[in-house]
């Protein structure tokens, strides 16, 4: 019996499977606490010049002579939006000093300083304030971060093998294990070179723990379950997400914050006796006793009764047409159509991460921003569950991705023209634009796993995914390329460059074929007719065939022609 077939008879989606779901999006959620934390840690506090020789000088002006004092050492900002220089002081060459009517001392040269003094109103302490990463040296943080999403690429393909070959269950596990103690262990960092390399790692763990999760939570359920349970596992991510805002408001000390984000995956260290391996792992690998024994465990919960005989271990398999990864750029259509999925691949995910990583640039409330940014994601996966089937995967995604794309350029005028007046809708439109991005973030995945041929599907949606990290390594230069342009222009730029990519991403779309209700492609040649007339009548022809066809070999047939299987 296929296994499809199998969880059908078993309930696409009975008791044993919710249990099971559960565990995974409760780890999907303490996975979303870390999907976007360097936008706290990492944060870089109000600052200034500490002053020469003052002792306890803290950024808050404490009285007139301070106010005094600060003027005298510190050049006024370029920047109306800034009252002091963050980076510049002044060096006296005498003990002397006059200033001339325009304040500017005499004897006096511009130097960079290398220490400062920092607010507290929005953080206690950020590991670039604990380190002075700062300035000259503030690229440091963008390199972090960026390393952080370098992580999440290499733990893709490397967790994304290590699931295939030694299963679902213990790559989820080791994954569960790296993650506690690398996550404890970004805590107590001795430097900032060690934080680096250390939240490297962390992202590579959570992208296995995530990857894994997601794998093991679609291939639970039966066919007609799958793109709903690949989409509401995003829901517990989002959850995470919104969690981190409410966290890093009550802790403001970014060690605390840490620690207290990785203490829940030490209750994943129980899973090992909670979750079982894939069933559909075990059966690709022919270890039919073990899938039997979780597939009864199953029956027994869900109060059902399968077939005493489930698998045939004797009968001889179909050959099953072959394709090679590369021939997706050997064919012109192909090519076309790979490389549109790939940039839309790239540009989401730079866009999703991005505008997740700025929300806390906006101005207004830090905290509320950070908030937003991960509740707008709530609406947006709904839209894609309630409209996917409806107006289809290619309209429904480049809707999705113009629309965001428009309101974050939008925000050209209300950040360059209207300031703190308008910053309600400031905020307002760039969260209209993560929407946006949360819903093609969605739908890209399903929409390239039902483009792809099916004898490449695999490979083909892995090289997507990883491909789409580029934008993931690229998000926080660009979210902090605002501090680094400064003033109303550089607040706007990560908004602008976002939504002008997203509307060119949108509008590739439209070259793709739709995919929905219809008979996906299995070879490399219905890859290439996918979309076309030629298509529809070689399916209905093929269709045709099987009507006449004897009962066992239509059998025969079904494991792979009549059932188009995906993962992640």
């Not at 703190?420 to 399903?446: D, R, V």
Request: net charge neutral; with cysteine; proline share 4%.
């Amino acid at each position: 019996m296929d296994f499809d077939e199998i969880t059908k008879k078993l309930g696409e989606f009975g008791r044993y499977q919710k249990f099971l779901y559960l565990l995974v999006c409760l780890t999907a959620a303490i996975v979303g606490l870390f999907a976007v934390m360097g936008g706290i840690i990492l944060a870089s506090p109000e600052h200034r010049c500490k002053i020469p020789g003052l002792e306890n000088d803290t950024f808050e002006i404490q009285n007139d002579a301070h106010q005094e004092l600060i003027s005298n050492y510190i050049p006024p900002s370029t920047d109306k939006l800034l009252t002091y220089d963050k980076c510049h002081l002044y060096s006296f060459n005498s003990s002397s000093v006059t200033f001339d009517n325009s304040s500017q001392p005499i004897n006096a040269t511009l130097i960079k300083c290398t220490s400062w003094v920092y607010s507290y109103d929005v953080f206690d302490e950020t590991v670039t304030s604990k380190f002075d990463v700062m300035c000259d040296n503030a690229y440091q943080a963008s390199i972090t971060k960026s390393l952080f999403y370098a992580g999440v690429f290499v733990g893709a393909f490397v967790f994304g093998q290590m699931s295939d070959f030694f299963g679902r269950k213990k790559t989820f596990y080791l994954s569960v294990v790296l993650m506690l103690a690398s996550s404890l262990g970004l805590a107590f960092a001795p430097n900032y070179i060690g934080f680096s390399i250390i939240n490297l790692i962390v992202g590579a763990a959570s992208q296995g723990l995530f990857l894994t999760g997601f794998v093991i939570g679609v291939e639970l359920v039966g066919p007609s379950k799958r793109i709903w349970a690949g989409i509401v596992i995003e829901y517990a991510f989002a959850i995470g997400l919104v969690s981190l805002s409410f966290v890093g408001y009550f802790v403001r000390y970014w060690q605390y914050l840490v620690i207290i984000c990785a203490l829940p995956f030490a209750l994943n260290l129980s899973y090992w006796w909670l979750l079982p391996e894939s069933p559909r792992w075990l059966i690709s690998k022919k270890r039919f006793e073990e899938a039997e024994a979780v597939l009864r465990k199953a029956e027994r919960i869900n109060k059902v009764k399968l077939p005493d005989n489930l698998f045939d271990k004797d009968i001889d398999e179909v050959p099953k047409p072959t394709g090679n990864f590369l021939q997706l750029f050997t064919n012109r259509i192909l090519l076309i159509r790979t490389l549109i999925i790939f940039f839309n691949w790239t540009v989401v995910t730079m866009i999703y991460y991005g505008l997740s990583l700025n929300s806390g640039n906006l101005g207004g409330n830090f905290y509320l921003n950070f908030f937003l940014s991960g509740l707008v994601e709530f609406p947006g996966y709904t839209v894609v569950l309630l409209f996917l089937d409806r107006i289809g995967r290619k309209r429904l995604h480049c809707i999705c991705m113009i629309v965001g794309g428009t309101t974050c350029l939008s925000t050209i005028f209300t950040i360059l023209f209207g300031g703190k007046e308008l910053q309600a809708l400031t905020t307002t439109l760039a969260m209209i634009g993560k929407l946006g991005a949360a819903a093609a973030f969605a739908i890209i995945y399903i929409y390239s796993a039902e483009l792809f041929p099916t004898v490449v599907r695999n490979s083909a949606l892995g090289a997507s995914s990883c491909v789409g990290r580029i934008g993931n390594i690229a998000a926080p230069y660009i979210a902090d390329a605002g501090n680094m342009i400064g003033g109303r222009f550089g607040k706007a730029f990560p908004l602008i460059f976002f939504g002008a990519t997203a509307i060119i991403a949108g509008c590739l779309s439209l070259f793709l074929p739709e995919t929905l209700n219809e008979d996906l492609p299995e070879t490399i040649e219905d890859g290439i007719l996918f979309g076309t007339d030629a298509y529809k009548n070689r399916k209905r022809d093929i269709s045709m065939d099987e009507k006449v066809m004897r009962p066992e070999q239509m059998t025969k047939l079904l494991p792979h022609d009549r059932e188009t299987k995906w993962t992640n």
